[in-house]
């Protein structure tokens, strides 16, 4: 990436584009809502690709992976390798870190992340 380019600016023009390929999804994950430790960055090179998805995951335990400027330079490297024009991401975090069936069973909650046992993770609010 040019020292010159705003690795934010950067990502957010593309993130107002509403067409074209390739495209990429940016997702934010912590133990609550408020500090990120992962980030998930996922690539569709074209329409016809659509179930071949290329991931790539940075994590962080010491700052909110959201306002690293290494890793956004990072993410914004790797999205330059795959001449990415469009890019999918929301505001906030959208729930644990853990992924299921991994780092726990099948079916349960995380045991290490209560705060999402209990949210919606695109609302934010309270399931029952």
């Known amino acids: ?5 705003n690795p934010q600016f950067w990502l957010e023009k593309r993130a107002r584009r509403k067409t074209g390929f390739p495209i990429a999804t940016i997702a934010y994950y912590g133990a609550d809502d408020k500090f ?15 179930d071949d998805a290329i991931l790539k995951k940075w994590f962080s335990t010491k700052t909110d992976i959201r306002f690293d ?11 330059e390798q ?3 024009h469009r890019v999918g991401m929301v505001d906030r975090i959208i729930g644990c870190p853990h992924e299921e069936g991994i780092d726990y069973p099948k079916g ?7 705060f999402w046992a209990d949210k919606d993770r695109w609302t934010g609010e309270t399931i029952n």
């Open 82 to 84: 795959y001449n990415i």
């Open 36 to 50: 990120a430790s992962k980030v998930v960055v996922g690539i569709v090179l074209s329409e016809k690709d659509k």
């Open 1 to 5: 990436m040019s020292p010159n380019k």
């Open 69 to 79: 400027p290494i890793i956004t330079a990072q993410i914004v490297d790797f999205l």
């Open 108 to 114: 349960d909650k995380c045991p290490l992340c209560p």
